[in-house]
Structures are given as structure tokens and as C-alpha cells.
């Protein structure tokens, strides 16, 4: 019994062996790159039934006895195309040399065109394919542009190469990834002519924009200078600015001082004047008081004095105008009651100053001494002389106010000296 449980497991175990075995090769994992495609089971795609499904990235079982697995690399195929004397609008044969980057479409429905066309077939089969078509449509293309456009526009000319070349390339289950025209030429030299024609025109473009560049650089230096110039001139001019600011703020700032100081020396000034002032007329009044009693007040006295004085001297002059005035009237009436003697009187009042022009002629004797002597011989009588003329004297001394003798020995002391 043992023993048969042993060769039961020992079968178990082999033939569990074998289905792992069997079941590894019926799995099947589709890279990245390609799709699987099991073949043998009807499926439903859209409006028509297809006779496989499709893996693309991942794993999938095989039915075995049932099922066929199938491998389609969708990896980009690199075709060079050309076309050899393919006439361009105008009829000027061309030769076009162009690379294309073409692959299997991923993408249903699309790539179910490429199973049903190229399943089974080779890389090599499906890039003389595509190679063909996209050849017919370049030469369909180059048809309908001019040599100027394929050769100077010629992405252009490839754009409309991949539009011809889709729906035929669709068709076929491939799609156009790149298409680049490499080279464009013609046997004629026809595009020579034209790029020599346009090489001119280039070179004459080109000189022109070189000196139109040269002057615009010329222009934009002396802009460019002038800027700087104005720059310069408008930073000296801030600073000119921003230095006349600096000074006119800091005599805004020093005009309180000097303002304040100035008020200050004035009001000192003021105040040294006001005390001045004060000075002056205490001097003022000081001098006043001074004068007052130096000069007004002895002025007053002196004045007062003068006027008694005058007054007492005017007193004698008016009473001796008074005595003359009588005296005068005397000697009027004395006049006219001498008669013939009246000339006697008149000489004796002229005696004052005939007197003087008498004695001039002994104005260098000194007189101390007048002694009358009588003339006449002893024992002559008669009129005593001397005492006539003392009595003379006496009469004009009383009536003129003269002395005689006294005028004599004052003309003797003068003339003396």
C-alpha cells in the first residue's frame, strides 16, 4: 500500500512536471516594440469577423492545437527614396534624393491593414513596399511644384509628400514617421542657373544689408554716443542739481542761525544803543544840570548884576545928561546974556579940545607940576593972572565937568611914557 501511494505521487509529480512545462511554452509576453497576433479564433471587429486577436504589450495564453502566435515588429524601417528625371511643373526633370522613417501602424484599426498585408512576410518585403508607394507619390508631388519651390522650400515640399503619401501608406498599414529631402538636382543645371541667379541675389541682399548694417551700427553708435553724452550732460546736471540743492539747504539750515545771530548783534546793538540813549540823556540832563549851574545860573546873576550895574551906571550918565542938559541951558542963556563975550564962553567950551592940540607941541615933556606965575613987573598993579586962571579952571571943572590940570598931567604921564 505504501509503496503505491509512493508511484502515485511520483506520477502526480511528473506529470505536474510536464504541464508546467507545457504551460511555459503555451504563455507568450509581447514586447513593447511589437504585437502578437493568435491566429485561429473568430472575432468580432466593427461591421466584419476577423480570424485572430491581437496582444500589444503584455501576455497572452495560446490555445494549444487551436491557436498560432505570430510576431510584428513595429521598430522604425529607414528607406532612402529617389526619383530620376521626374518632371516638375514647367517640365524641367529633376532628381530628388530623400530619407523616410516608416513603420507598422500600432494603432487599430490601422494595423489590422498591415496583419492582413504583411503577416508572414518580412521586414525586407514591407520596406520595398513602402518604398515603392512613397516614391510614386514624390513623383506625383514633384509634378505639381515648380523647381523653385522644391528646391527652396523644401520642407514644404515634404510636408506635401507625407500628405500625398498617408492615405496610400494607411492603406498599407504603415505610417510615415520623417520624411527629409536630402538633395535636389537636375540634369539641365537649371536650378544652377536659378541659385547662381539667386546666389546674385543673395550677394547683392546680403551687401545690401551689410551696409545698410553698417550704417544702422553707425546710426546706433552716434545714438548710442549721443545717449551717453546726454547721460553724461544729465549727470552733471543732477549733480549740478543735487549740489545746488545741498548748498540751498544748508543756507536754509544756517539762515535761522544767522538770522537768529544777526537779531541777536541787532538786538545787543538795540539794546547798547537804548542803553546808550539812556547814558546820553543822563548826560543830558547831568550837562543841563551842569550848565544850569555853571552857566545859566551865574549867567542869570551875571545878567541880573549887568542890568543893577547898568542901571547904576546909567543913574550918574542920566543925572550928569541932566546936569549937562542944565548946564547947557545955562550956557545958552549965559550965551545970550554975555552978548559979545558969548565967543568967550564958546572957546572956553572948545578948551577940551583945543586944549590937547595947544599942548601937542610939548608932547615929549613930562608935566608933573603946572605953576602959574604972574608976568607983570614987581609993583605993577593989576588983575592977579594966576588967580584968574585958577578961577578958569575951577569954572570949567564945575561947568564942562573937566579938569584942566588933571587932562595936563595925564598928557605929560602919556607923553612920558
Known amino acids: 500500500m505504501p509503496e503505491a501511494i509512493i ?11 510536464l504541464g508546467v512545462l507545457s ?18 479564433r473568430a472575432r468580432r471587429l466593427g461591421n466584419r469577423t476577423v480570424g ?13 492545437l487551436l491557436e498560432r502566435v505570430d510576431r510584428i515588429d513595429l521598430t522604425n524601417m529607414i528607406i532612402e527614396l529617389g526619383a530620376t528625371g521626374a518632371y516638375s511643373k514647367g ?20 494595423l489590422n491593414q498591415a496583419i492582413e498585408r504583411f503577416l508572414g512576410r518580412g521586414r525586407p518585403d514591407i520596406i520595398r513596399v513602402a518604398k515603392a508607394t512613397l516614391e ?4 506625383g508631388v514633384l509634378a505639381t511644384m515648380t523647381p523653385e519651390e522644391v528646391n527652396e522650400d523644401k520642407i514644404k515640399f515634404a510636408e506635401r509628400l507625407v500628405e500625398q503619401a498617408e492615405a496610400d501608406m494607411n492603406n498599407l498599414g504603415l505610417v510615415v514617421d520623417t520624411l527629409n529631402v ?3 538636382q537636375d540634369d539641365v543645371r537649371y536650378l544652377d542657373s536659378i541659385g547662381r541667379r539667386k546666389n546674385a541675389e543673395i550677394i547683392r541682399k546680403s551687401r ?4 545698410r548694417a553698417r550704417a544702422d551700427a553707425l546710426v546706433r553708435q552716434a545714438e548710442n554716443r549721443l545717449k551717453e553724452v546726454t547721460a553724461q550732460i544729465q549727470a552733471r546736471v543732477e549733480i549740478a542739481r543735487a549740489d545746488a540743492a545741498k548748498r540751498l539747504a544748508d543756507i536754509e539750515s544756517q539762515r535761522g542761525a544767522l538770522v537768529a545771530e544777526e537779531q541777536a548783534t541787532v538786538a545787543q546793538a538795540v539794546a547798547q544803543s537804548l542803553a546808550e540813549v539812556e547814558v546820553q540823556k543822563a548826560r543830558v540832563e547831568q550837562v543841563k544840570q551842569q550848565l544850569e549851574a555853571d552857566v545859566v545860573q551865574p549867567a542869570k546873576a551875571a545878567c541880573e548884576a549887568a542890568e543893577e550895574k547898568a542901571r547904576a551906571d546909567a543913574a550918574p550918565i542920566i543925572e550928569d545928561g541932566r546936569a549937562r542938559a542944565e548946564v547947557l541951558d545955562t550956557m545958552a542963556q549965559a550965551w545970550r546974556e554975555a552978548g559979545v563975550h558969548a565967543r568967550d564962553v564958546f572957546l572956553l567950551q572948545k578948551f577940551d579940545v583945543i586944549l590937547p592940540m595947544i599942548t ?3 608932547a615929549e615933556s613930562r608935566i608933573e607940576k603946572l605953576t602959574m606965575i604972574d608976568g607983570r613987573a614987581p609993583g605993577v598993579s593989576g588983575d592977579d593972572l594966576p588967580l584968574k586962571a585958577k578961577g578958569t579952571v575951577e569954572q570949567v571943572r564945575e561947568i564942562f565937568g573937566v579938569d584942566l590940570v588933571e587932562r595936563l598931567q595925564a598928557l605929560g604921564a602919556s607923553s612920558g611914557k
Do not use: D, T
Open 136 to 139: 510614386g507619390a514624390l513623383r
Open 23 to 40: 504551460l511555459r511554452k503555451l504563455i507568450y509576453i509581447c514586447a513593447p516594440n511589437e504585437v502578437l497576433i493568435f491566429s485561429g
Open 182 to 184: 536630402q538633395n535636389v
Open 208 to 211: 545690401i544689408a551689410e551696409a
Open 91 to 110: 517640365g524641367v526633370p529633376l532628381n530628388v534624393h530623400a530619407v523616410a522613417n516608416v513603420k507598422v501602424a500600432g494603432q487599430e484599426p490601422v
Open 360 to 362: 601937542g607941541v610939548i
Open 52 to 64: 485572430y486577436r491581437l496582444i500589444k504589450g503584455g501576455r497572452g495564453i495560446r490555445i494549444p
Open 7 to 17: 508511484v502515485i505521487a511520483a506520477v502526480l509529480a511528473v506529470i505536474g512536471a
